[in-house]
């Protein structure tokens, strides 16, 4: 069966969250996007793992679902409930992200690497080996000073179906390829261990196309995830599997190179991302890596060392040319979220109660998010939603947008219509 994931993300218990990423809501926003499996995240952290044992049960093998207790219908009042058209089941795994900080190479490393469980046992076994490294209560993604190499050696311990994926490998300064905390190989990262890395998260800033151009990451698949703060930022980036539902089969997708159970993914436009450009966010400098050069580095205002984003970074180790695909490339998709569309098209905030009301209409009457953005038809779109917003999906499918990159640590900006477009636009779809 053919089924969304979105695996990377946080509880209420990690630093600049939101207080509603709890079960009942991330059950209630999967639904509304169109997401099949949800990571946990945090897990580690004790009062989440409590809650997480408390309130999940055992569905498909290494999959777990949300006890039906009644207080779910509370959590979510302030939407309503779940549209029909979006109704349907939600499997949980068990996942957390941890960030290493510690020297490698005569170099201080900050890796960010998500790890997957298949079961409480699992976890517990992690949790009990790390909480002798450092303290797991004071965030809900740990700071550890343990090398991203000893970390893979603890969970490949824990169970044989656990593994560890590391996490959006091009951001600047937490991850294994970053400019400023990472390496130049997956094997500078992992050492002797490498060979049980599979599969690496492209990022919201880099999208497969980017990743390609390295032969060194044929080996592994790519997957992409939202990293959502908030349970409306779920599915901002997916992966898309065609198989059983089940984490072994999952597994199984990523290890070995002959399954073809991971059919592609879900992608931020990487433009969007926040470190895809080189800049400085203090004096608001947006440089393209030529500009870069031709600055030598530093910010020509206040003179300090630019942060590299991913787009020169993956230029400068890249060994193939641009359009060529890696022996386990897939097939995949770039969308701006349709809150994001809905409000480029009323010019007003993608959080707005004029974009939230269009956003549940839509819902009620097409199906979730997924589908909306990239199998409904047009025509119907626009019976429901009118000709502008019909035309910003079809936009939105074919890349026909305005960018402004990310970087530093900004999020890039998107538009889809010029002011004048909004007034010529009727209600008539000519286009079709």
Known sequence: MKFYTDLHLHSYYSRATSKDLNLEYLEYWAQLKGIQIVGTGDFTHPAWFKELQEKLEPAEEGLFKLKKTGRERSMIVPYGDVPKACQSDVRFMLTVEISSIYKRLDKVRKVHNVVFAPHFKAAAKLIEKLSTIGNLKSDGRPILGLDSRNLLEIVLGTDPLSYLIPAHIWTPWFSALGSKSGFDKMEDCFADLTKHIFAVETGLSSDPLMNWRLSQLDPYALVSNGDAHS??????????????????????????????????????????????????????????????LKHKGVCPKCGKAVTVGVMARVEELADQKEGRKSPRWRPYQRLVPLPEVIGDAKEVGPNSKAVLQVYFDMLNKLGNEFFILMDAPLERIQKVAGSLIAEGVRRNRTGELNIAAGYDGEYGTIKIFSSSERENVTEQLTLF
């Open 231 to 292: 349970p409306p930022k779920l599915g901002r980036e997916a992966t898309i599997y065609d198989t059983e539902l089940s984490y072994p089969a999952i597994y199984k997708a990523l290890s070995d190179p002959k399954d073809k159970g991971l059919t592609g993914t879900v992608e931020f436009y990487p433009e969007e991302g926040k470190y895809h450009y080189d800049g400085c966010r203090n004096c608001q400098m947006r440089m393209h890596p030529q500009e870069t």
